[in-house]
């Protein structure tokens, strides 16, 4: 039976900054015996950009003892599989869909089958010469496509990345897109693995302003990003996990990656995108482009 809201957190840590928020190394053992269910919901697979084979990722989540949410880019081959072959996992079908407009959304649905059709009918016909990198959608349409399908809207990595509009929060703070955006998110990403503890921090503001839940997850691409940051809940499927995230009974746990681990991940996520070097190239000086004209209009006026 999952807890209500404010039910029995207690036998979880937790920071003195958000209630449901711990900065830590997820311990599943204790995790576990608080009755809670630990899930990485942000993780890239071989069938994108990451390293990782759906067989490994399968053994590596069960010897860990926690579920894991499948969020490639702009495609979902890997999650039908690792769903197909979950057995007794808690493996959440998601995918990390990037809008033309700069922001990364991830997308979990309560059903394989659901994921599937939402891909075919707006994702699929609608990547870019570099599939991976972006499709042709905004974000208020990755938003909008989504809203007919069980599933829940989170904005991924709020305020990254470095020197790319990779996040909802810091394309609405520099006046590119509208804050209305805010208005179809159904949580918040608030600790990811891959950013600075001071964007996640900013992230977990975020939500607690827009009274939204939060969610953890690595961003993980190797193996050895698994399980490092988590959402607990207390849920006997991945459909009541998604139930308690909606409800806000959710806990994360997690830490940043240090940043060796950082540049060596983006080194095997740069080689990966070899094969599309000139259409991601394109892009992002497309993208470098579009922001300056913003600058210099919103300087001029």
Known sequence: ???????????????????DVTFAQPDVPAIHDGGYIPVDMHFHTIHTDGLVKIPALLSKVRALRIGCAVTDHNEISGAVHACRERGELSIIPGIEVSAVDGPHILLYFYSPRDLEDYFIRHIQERRSDSPWLLTKLTTAEVFDTAEGYACIRVP???YGYLIFNGGLAKCIEKGYLDRELYGKCEAVEGICANMTHGE?????ALAHHLKLPVTGGTDGHLLSDLGTAVTCARAESPEEFLDEIRKGHARIIGTEKHLSAKLFTAAVISARFMPWFFPSLKIHCSSAAGRARHFILKKRY
């Open 200 to 204: 996640n921090l900013r992230a977990i």
């Open 156 to 158: 991924a990595h709020p």
């Open 1 to 19: 039976m999952a807890a209500g809201k404010g039910e029995n957190k207690g036998d979880l840590p937790t920071d003195s900054l958000h209630p």
